[in-house]
């Protein structure tokens, strides 16, 4: 019974602090402009509007192709907090030559964020007026 105990306020304690770890979530809904630069030197531009946690990517998903650019593509945020910004750009739902984009990005100043794209390259991305 004694262990029981233990292990029940040991359970609490932890969760209790998870919890006050987690940091809230914060609001980057707009518009956005992105400007990601490739590893091979090329660049792709795309805006994007994002609506709490989903939002459209307009844009190119993948360099150099031509079936990939100027198109309209689901994005999934899955965190947004004071320090950090990380989404999905959802490229294969408009074509299965056109990539998906992991995105992750830190706070660099006001309204400007700047980062990476996995296996693509690096991104800044900014606040629209």
Same mark, same amino acid.
């Given at each position: ?6 292990? +029940?306020?040991?359970?609490?304690? #932890? *969760?209790?602090?998870?919890?006050? $770890? ?13 400007? +990601?630069?490739?590893?091979?030197? /090329?660049?792709? %531009? *795309? ?5 709490? #946690? ?6 190119? %998903? %993948?360099?150099? /192709? ?7 593509? =689901? ?11 990380? #989404?999905?750009?959802?490229? @294969?739902?408009?074509? =299965? $030559? ?7 990005? /830190? ?5 400007? #964020? ?7 390259? %690096? +991104?800044?991305?900014? @606040?629209? @007026?």
């Amino acid at each position: 019974m004694l262990v029981k105990s233990l292990l +029940i306020a040991a359970s609490a304690a #932890f *969760a209790t602090a998870a919890h006050a $770890q987690a940091e809230p979530d914060v609001s980057y809904a707009g518009n956005w402009s992105a400007n +990601i630069a490739t590893a091979d030197g /090329k660049r792709l %531009t *795309a805006r994007l509007v994002m609506k709490q #946690f989903e939002g459209t990517w307009y844009g190119s %998903t %993948t360099a150099g /192709k031509a079936a990939c650019k100027a198109r309209k593509v =689901p994005v999934t945020v899955q965190e947004t907090n004071a320090t950090r910004l990380a #989404f999905t750009v959802w490229g @294969r739902t408009t074509g =299965p $030559q056109c990539d998906d984009l992991t995105v992750e990005l /830190k706070p660099v100043a006001p309204g400007v #964020f700047e980062g990476t794209v996995e296996s693509v390259g %690096t +991104i800044k991305l900014t @606040r629209g @007026r």
